[in-house]
T-cell receptor, first 115, second 109 residues
Framework: DAGVIQSPRHEVTEMGQEVTLRCKPISGHDYLFWYRQTMMRGLELLIYFNNNVPIDDSGMPEDRFSAKMPNASFSTLKIQPSEPRDSAVYFC?????????????FGSGTRLTVV | AQRVTQPEKLLSVFKGAPVELKCNYSYSGSPELFWYVQYSRQRLQLLLR??SRESIKGFTADLNKGETSFHLKKPFAQEEDSAMYYC???????????FGKGTLLTVNP
């Protein structure tokens, strides 16, 4: 398995532009998570899905952020319009609810810079 | 509410010295605790989970419910241990992990 795949790896965009981050979870995993990582705030959970359904989006900072999971193998995180304070590394992670004590498998992240 | 506190943002030790990365948590039920490691500009990787009581790369962590702690320890640090370490908690029926803010460990030669 190639693991959790995120694209793009790096994104530089101008303030006001729309940004779309993509994630392909591990096949068979039924949970998908979007995290944001910054120096100041560490890792923040933005939203997570179970079986493609959003369960908790309380971490989404504001209406400019939206996330979708149209099927079990794809999710997007969209920021529209983007602002410089959105600059961060965005991680996607997936997990299997096997009932055991497994953690998550993380993707390599997308480093977003908004100028 | 669940909360994870890693009191040290930075920790610097010399090679061969013991290292302890502190983690305290707040949760009213029985938590599941994890340690994740992130090497420079790489993805986060699961290092340890308390349920398995394992030792990975020489690291161990014991859950102390009385002190609500899950400190990560290694008796002899190596330069390749230099990384960011995150403690994480999962509690209750929700499946989300709550992370601490991380500790950047630097092992000097």
């Amino acid at each position: 398995d190639a693991g959790v795949i995120q694209s793009p790896r790096h994104e530089v965009t101008e303030m006001g532009q729309e940004v779309t981050l993509r994630c392909k979870p591990i096949s068979g995993h039924d949970y998908l998570f979007w995290y944001r990582q910054t120096m100041m705030r560490g890792l923040e959970l933005l939203i997570y899905f179970n079986n493609n359904v959003p369960i908790d989006d309380s971490g989404m900072p504001e209406d400019r952020f939206s996330a979708k999971m149209p099927n079990a193998s794809f999710s997007t995180l969209k920021i529209q319009p983007s602002e410089p304070r959105d600059s961060a590394v965005y991680f996607c992670a997936s997990s299997l609810s096997s009932g055991g004590m497994d953690g998550y498998t993380f993707g390599s992240g997308t480093r977003l810079t908004v100028v | 509410a669940q909360r994870v506190t890693q009191p040290e943002k930075l920790l610097s030790v010399f090679k061969g010295a013991p290292v302890e990365l502190k983690c305290n948590y707040s949760y009213s039920g029985s938590p599941e605790l994890f340690w994740y490691v992130q090497y420079s500009r790489q993805r986060l990787q699961l290092l340890l989970r308390h349920i398995s009581r394992e030792s990975i790369k020489g690291f161990t962590a014991d859950l102390n419910k009385g002190e609500t702690s899950f400190h990560l320890k290694k008796p002899f640090a190596q330069e390749e241990d230099s990384a960011m370490y995150y403690c994480a908690l999962r509690g209750g029926s929700n499946y989300k992990l709550t992370f601490g803010k991380g500790t950047l460990l630097t092992v000097n030669p």
